[in-house]
């Protein structure tokens, strides 16, 4: 079945303690992204790379490092998670770049007390 | 710089009549538009998606949208709501990839809830 795959779906931290949270996909696609969704504030672009090895920042990059070393993986680390990174957070992928529809994964809920 | 409007946070309808989720968007180049759904406790998932061809869109689930350029415009409907139509949509806008560098950036709409009354 093709799908966006996250890991963990729920996770709760402290302040400073660093984590990685997964996204693989299984479609050869060569665009992948995260996101963070927060209320009333839509989702908001973190981080997104257009091919291995190749990313960029999105809108709200700081605090938070990504790697593609390879096209099926696209890790979202949080070296020094802090309270204001509690959210609500989402891997896509698609295609090619964003002209593709987007496949979400089913999330990762992030609390960081 | 290109942003996404949604005009209503929250919408209700009662079910069987019509839906009207409403989008503006600023863009200075056409732009590739799209609208998501999501349900309660999951991923977003594409309704439908214009890319400069046909003005009119049609998507999944009976909903289709209209691009009018003139008023800037990318509105959401469907003729007759269904419970299962209760959710969250977001209107979204890309850059062209053409005309930018950076290509892989999207701009989420703050989202419209719908509620569907029996």
């Known amino acids: 079945e093709a799908q966006v795959t996250q890991n963990p779906r729920y996770l709760i931290t402290v302040t400073g303690k660093k984590l990685t949270v997964t996204c693989s996909q299984n479609?050869?696609?060569?665009?992948m992204s995260w996101y963070r969704q927060d209320p009333g504030l839509g989702l908001r672009q973190i981080y997104y790379?257009?091919?291995?090895?190749?990313?960029d920042k999105g809108d709200v990059p700081e605090g938070y490092k990504v790697s593609r070393k390879e096209k099926r993986n696209f890790p979202l680390i949080l070296e020094s998670p802090s309270p204001n990174q509690t959210s609500l957070y989402f891997c896509?992928?698609?295609?090619?770049?964003?002209?593709?529809?987007?496949?979400f994964g089913n999330g990762t809920r992030l609390t960081v007390t | 710089a290109q942003s996404v409007t949604q005009l209503d946070s929250h919408v209700s309808v009662s079910e069987g009549t019509p839906v009207l989720l409403r989008c503006n968007y600023s863009?200075?180049?056409?732009?590739?538009l799209f609208w998501y759904v999501q349900h309660p406790n999951k991923g977003l998932q594409l309704l439908l998606k214009?890319?400069?061809?046909?003005?009119l869109v049609k998507g999944i689930n009976g909903f289709e949208a209209e691009f009018k350029k003139s008023e800037t415009s990318f509105h959401l409907t469907k003729p007759s709501a269904h419970m299962s139509d209760a959710a969250e949509y977001f209107c979204?806008?890309?850059?062209?990839?053409?005309?930018?560098?950076?290509?892989?950036?999207?701009?989420f709409g703050q989202g419209t809830e719908l509620s569907v009354k029996p």
């Open positions: 896509a992928s698609s295609p090619r770049a964003v002209s593709s529809p987007l496949h």
């Open positions: 479609m050869n696609h060569e665009y």
């Open positions: 790379s257009m091919n291995v090895e190749v990313t």
């Open positions: 863009s200075s180049y056409s732009p590739s």
């Open positions: 214009y890319t400069s061809a046909a003005t």
């Open positions: 979204v806008v890309s850059r062209n990839p053409v005309i930018y560098n950076q290509g892989g950036k999207l701009i």
